[in-house]
């Protein structure tokens, strides 16, 4: 179950989130789930912030020795991932590319969310 996410107002496009490993690590595959996946409840009614906020539909991975692998997603509220080329680094920037319209429904927001995302590698 997602009940958290990160999320900013408006169209994300262009902005990049900045992770920061504690030691280098060879990375293998990366991911994430492109929106706020949380349905919630309250006094009978249903909302779904999935199709509430904006879901990013692209981002670009960036690594330390310069690596640039592109990742599209679709609209689906489970984890997308990908395998890379093994690459080591300490710092993972994430680039959104592009992001949907503003969501529909009960839920509504014009904000851009992701609910997590996956890294995953072994340590140097």
């Given at each position: 179950v997602t009940d958290t996410c990160w999320r900013t107002v408006g169209d994300a496009t262009g902005t990049v989130l900045t992770f920061r490993l504690?030691?280098?690590?060879?990375?293998?595959?990366?991911g994430l789930i492109n929106g706020y996946a949380k349905i919630a409840y309250?006094?009978?009614?249903?909302?779904?912030?999935?199709?509430?906020?904006?879901?990013?539909?692209?981002?670009?991975?960036?690594?330390?020795?310069?690596?640039v692998v592109s990742q599209?997603?679709?609209?689906?509220?489970t984890m997308q991932q990908t395998p890379?080329?093994?690459?080591?680094t300490d710092t993972v920037r994430l680039r959104i590319t592009a992001v949907s319209p503003p969501?529909?429904?009960r839920?509504?927001?014009?904000?851009?969310?992701?609910?997590?995302?996956?890294?995953?590698?072994?340590?140097?």
């Open positions: 504690d030691r280098p690590t060879k990375l293998s595959r990366v309250d006094k009978g009614h249903r909302f779904d912030w999935y199709l509430g906020n904006r879901r990013v539909l692209g981002v670009d991975w960036e690594f330390d020795d310069g690596t599209t997603f679709t609209d689906s509220r890379i080329k093994p690459v080591t969501g529909k429904g839920a509504a927001r014009d904000d851009t969310a992701i609910s997590e995302v996956l890294l995953i590698g072994n340590t140097t």
